[in-house]
């Protein structure tokens, strides 16, 4: 079929107006776009039932065992009466079918089944089966007229699909919603639903066809029919995610353009040889080599690094950043928070100290005529590094020559602040994308597929594993005495309190408690203590890090504040209170901001006594392991992936059917399927890829595709 004539069908009956199909009309249409985002019939037929219940049998009384959930039979009333008195009152009918005897119990609605059900009356019975003394009984069950006809049961599983308590207030019901439905099927056929997938895929995974595929997971003849179709319909949302971020990639190598670094020179020579902190990691080096190969070759890079935390991402984005200086280009380092920009503004000007390189820092409360200063001389190239955080997306921040932005980021910065930062440059520079904690395998690959991959998984030399200890709290006296003698060999300690999000007045509350009982553990002039919160102005924060960093303090009590990038490596113990309140990668991050010196460091996690299943798991995994990359694997599997940082935002993951937790086979199936059409055909001009071409391209305003004429 032509592009044309499949766009053309693709558009046709499924993107008419919801209200217009028979039954809806607009008081419905509009509950159901608000509360379902129900608007056109194709947006109906992908509302998926989450369960469905087999009517397919009628089963004789006397087949009726333990085994069977809900079950249908039918059969005539031998006897209806009421029984108990006030709550204790019911209605108990007696059925029988020949085969055996059935009692049905109603303890509500007990006028209307006095109305419906008559003694010697024959029925369709259908309810969730139960055995009372030995006796099948089923309480509440639904009934119907019985007629012969019925007796074979129905051609196909009966849906049920989601409602909302408005939708019920109108009659529509989880199976109300099946009936509109199938009243939209009996207007469909296969001609409706033109294959997006080449017709060689389809028979080699053993598909069924698009229009069958969607009959079968709505109105399934059999649950095997049903897998089949769901299995379908999950390949299809991985392989055109997939496909789009692999096309995207594909151009990206192929047209882009991007700044030359075609030398390595005296800058970061200098620094290797003469200024490294410490020897590099074979793992450093290797992502090295690939931003070297990345940014040699006049294609723009586009590159996230994974690293655990702790393995030297600072120092391969500095080194990146100097071979951008040699090759005459300016470099920006964009940080998530004020106090990480400092941060890495300090560290990084000291590192450069001994070069001529001029580092400048930029951000939200940076004082009016620093900023202007700071703004010309990035103008005019007199600045090579510029650090800060979404400051430097500004329209007011202009560079002479960006060649490199590094994003060390926290939360997923969206294509679109990639893509500002693009703009800043006659030719787009190159990106680096830095995660604070990794990221599971399966996220990586959907939420950021349109990057090049690289992952650092060695520490630097020196580093001691942090001891992680789990405590109650009658355990608490002894944890105060260990922090009492780490700190006698010179060493600070952090005590951190959850941030209760529904709450900010009980996290504030909860923070001020701890810090009184931290205070009577340590009291002045023996001890002294910095307090960091959130209703704390920057002034005062920034105030009482800094006598944290300095090491005027040795004990800093903070709400979750500091969970990134804080660097002091004479900490050596982290104490995380209530920590079954946190997430696992929280907990891993937390723990990075100790063991950063050549001490040993410890991490304590404090629990009340009574831990739910989840919480158990998360303190065991956390005393088990401290490799971030299985932390974030085990973290996706007991959270899912919406509550992942950053993800829920980012709409990357608004996936029907598939979930990238439990359906990792077909995911890594759709990629390589995608990877092989977009290397081979990014443009999909191929007779075979036509059906692809034509789904995305009729799929307006949900993907790039939408430009291409």
């Known amino acids: 079929m032509p592009v044309k004539e499949v766009i053309a069908a693709l558009s046709s009956i499924l993107t008419s107006p919801i209200e217009y199909l028979k039954g809806v009309g607009p008081q419905r249409a509009d509950l159901l776009k608000k509360e379902l985002q129900i608007f056109t019939f194709g947006d109906l037929l992908d509302c998926f039932p989450f369960r469905h219940i087999d009517k397919t049998q009628v089963l004789p009384i006397r087949a009726l065992s333990g085994q069977a959930d809900y079950v249908q039979v039918s059969g005539a009333v031998l006897s209806l009466e009421e029984q108990g008195e006030k709550r204790g009152r019911r ?16 303890f509500q609605g007990i006028p209307w089944a006095l109305k419906r059900v008559q003694v010697g009356g024959r029925y369709l019975i259908f309810g969730k089966l139960t055995f009372f003394l030995g006796k099948p009984q089923i309480v509440h069950p639904e009934i119907e007229d019985f007629v012969p006809e019925k007796l074979q049961g129905k051609p196909f599983l009966e849906p049920v699909y989601p409602s909302t308590e408005k939708l019920k207030a109108r009659g529509l019901n989880g199976r109300q919603m099946g009936k509109l439905v199938w009243q939209l099927f009996e207007s469909l056929g296969p001609k409706d639903f033109p294959e997006n997938l080449p017709a060689d895929m389809v028979a080699r995974l053993g598909f069924p066809s698009r229009y069958d595929a969607y009959r079968q997971v709505h109105f399934p003849a059999r649950l095997e029919f049903f897998n089949k179709a769901v299995e379908r319909l999950k390949f299809e949302e991985f392989f055109f995610s997939q496909l789009r971020l692999n096309i995207a990639k594909a151009r990206r190598h192929k047209e882009s353009h991007g700044p030359l670094f075609g030398k390595v020179g005296d800058s970061f020579n200098r620094f290797y040889k003469e200024c490294l902190p410490f020897e590099l990691t074979n793992a450093q080096k290797r992502v090295l080599r690939e931003i070297r190969q990345d940014t040699g070759q006049g294609k723009q890079m586009n590159r996230l690094l994974q690293g655990d935390v702790g393995s030297g991402k600072t120092i391969v984005a500095v080194l990146s950043l100097l071979l951008a200086i040699d090759n005459g280009f300016q470099g920006c380092l964009m940080a998530p928070t ?3 920009a400092q941060q890495h503004y300090e560290g990084i000007s ?24 700071a703004l010309r001389r990035l103008a005019e190239g007199d600045i090579h590094i510029v650090i800060g955080t979404h400051a430097l997306i500004e329209d007011t921040v202009q560079f002479q020559r960006l060649g490199l932005a590094v994003i060390d980021e926290q939360h997923r910065f969206g ?13 787009p520079p190159h990106i680096l994308v830095m995660t604070a904690t990794p990221i599971p395998r399966t996220l990586a690959m959907t939420a950021y597929g ?57 996290a504030y509350e909860d923070l001020m408690k701890g810090y009184e009982n931290v205070k009577a553990y340590f009291p002045e002039p023996a001890y002294w203590i910095s307090m960091v919160h959130g209703r704390q102005t920057t002034e005062v924060k920034e105030t009482n890090m800094q006598r944290f960093v300095k090491g005027d303090t040795q004990i800093m009590v903070s709400t979750t504040v500091i969970e990134v990038g804080v660097n002091v490596p004479n900490a050596s113990v982290m104490v995380i209170e209530s920590s079954e309140k946190f997430g696992l990668s929280q907990l891993h991050q937390l723990r990075g901001r100790v063991g950063r010196g050549s001490e040993q460091s410890y991490c304590i996690l404090m629990t009340g006594g009574q831990l739910g299943q989840e919480a158990r798991e998360r303190v065991r995994i956390m005393t088990a392991t401290q490799n971030g990359f299985e932390i974030a694997e085990k973290d996706l599997e007991l959270r899912g992936p919406g509550d992942i940082e950053g993800t829920r935002q980012s709409g990357v993951l608004n996936f029907r059917l598939a979930s990238i937790v439990q359906d990792k086979q077909w995911l890594d199936l759709a990629k390589g399927e995608a990877v092989r059409i977009a290397d081979a055909d990014p443009e999909l001009l191929l007779d075979d890829h036509r059906p692809i071409r034509a789904f995305l391209l009729s799929q307006k305003g949900k993907t790039a595709w939408s430009k291409i004429s």
Request: without cysteine; charged residues 25%; neutral net charge.
């Open 91 to 106: 209605l108990v009918a007696t059925v029988s079918d020949g085969t055996g005897v059935l009692e049905l119990t109603w």
């Open 338 to 340: 004020e106090i990480l």
């Open 350 to 373: 000291a590192l450069l100290a001994p070069l001529d390189i001029k580092v400048a820092l930029l951000t939200g409360s940076t004082k009016a005529a620093a900023k202007r200063a």
């Open 415 to 427: 294509v679109a602040q990639r893509a500002s930062l693009w703009k800043k440059a006659s030719i």
């Open 450 to 506: 349109d990057l090049d991959y690289s992952v650092m998984d060695e520490l630097p030399p020196g580093r001691q594993p942090i001891v992680t200890v789990h405590r109650h709290e009658s355990g608490r006296p002894k944890v105060m005495d260990f922090i009492k003698s780490e700190i006698a060999k010179g060493r600070q300690a952090y005590i951190i309190f959850p941030l209760i999000e529904e709450s900010e007045k009980l």
